[in-house]
């Protein structure tokens, strides 16, 4: 019997997701039907257990749900715990489990498609909302020298902080608050790539040899253009896209399946 998942969000059929999960099945040989569903805005519950009571398996959680799921899960990961948010959520005979994939599927991309190695770096996240929450811990993991969250509202970059608090290594600060300092990671967690905007960062803030990280992906954003303008290195969230999934992939399935040919692929069609 065909075991069905879904990415669920609101919007929803832009989603590349569907396109990831056939790929990995036909790669793994796993017998899967994955589909998106639209859930209204204030229907996230009924959504899901509808879903789930129908015979689903599990669900990807998409923007803007990803907190509500957290609250929905009977059991959390501490990842999912620490970002306050699931991306991933099982079905099975305990109740509903919830786990975040976002941060894993970055560092994997940062450093296994595109060779950065993480450790001993200066890192500055740009945002300090549900994306910049997701990614904080494992970045640190990697044991980074120093990670800066910056935002337009400070208070909100100093809650983050907060929250990773037994790290030492951690800066809360405005954009206005960045003159005068420089980085070897920027990563861009606003949602300003989405309305064609970029954060209002000092052009200096890109080391010599930096790697500009866009996490927002199929479009060039005007933070690639200015990263690139100043000598940065370039990346869009593809490849962080295709690993979150592959490690959702992996949850449900117990296998993980290769990406770069998926990444691939998705990169020829766009």
């Not at 970002?83 to 099982?90: M, V």
């Not at 910056?150 to 290594?169: D, I, K, M, Q, Y």
């Not at 593809?238 to 490690?247: K, N, S, T, W, Y």
């Amino acid at each position: 019997m065909t075991d069905r998942y879904a990415v669920i969000g609101n919007p929803v059929a832009h989603s590349k997701s569907p396109l990831i999960h056939a790929e990995f099945a036909r790669q793994t040989g796993h017998d899967i039907s994955y589909g998106g569903l639209l859930a209204p805005l204030d229907g996230f519950r009924a959504a899901v257990l509808g879903f789930r009571d129908a015979g689903g398996s599990g669900l990807n959680v998409t923007l803007p749900f990803k907190h509500e799921a957290w609250r929905l899960a009977d059991r959390r990961s501490e990842r999912s715990e620490r970002a306050r948010a699931a991306n991933t959520l099982t079905f099975d005979a305990d109740g509903i489990a919830g786990d975040n994939t976002d941060g894993v599927g970055l560092v994997r991309d940062i450093e296994g498609n595109l060779g950065f190695g993480l450790s001993g770096k200066r890192l500055l996240v740009l945002g300090a909302g549900g994306a910049a929450w997701g990614i904080g811990l494992p970045l640190l993991a990697q044991g980074v020298a120093r990670l800066t969250i910056a935002n337009r509202t400070v208070s909100r970059a100093e809650e983050l902080r907060r929250h990773l608090g037994e790290f030492a290594n951690i800066v809360g600060c405005g954009f206005e608050d960045l003159a005068g300092t420089q980085f070897d990671l920027v990563i861009n967690a606003t949602s300003a790539g989405l309305s064609d905007e970029a954060p209002a960062i000092p052009k200096a803030v890109f080391a010599p040899g930096a790697l500009a990280y866009e996490m927002v992906y199929g479009r060039a954003t005007p933070f690639m253009a200015f990263a690139r303008a100043c000598g940065a290195r370039v990346a869009d969230g593809l490849g962080m896209l295709v690993e979150q999934a592959a490690e959702s992939f992996f949850i449900w399935r117990g296998v993980r399946p290769e990406t770069a040919p998926v990444i691939a692929k998705l990169r020829s069609e766009t």
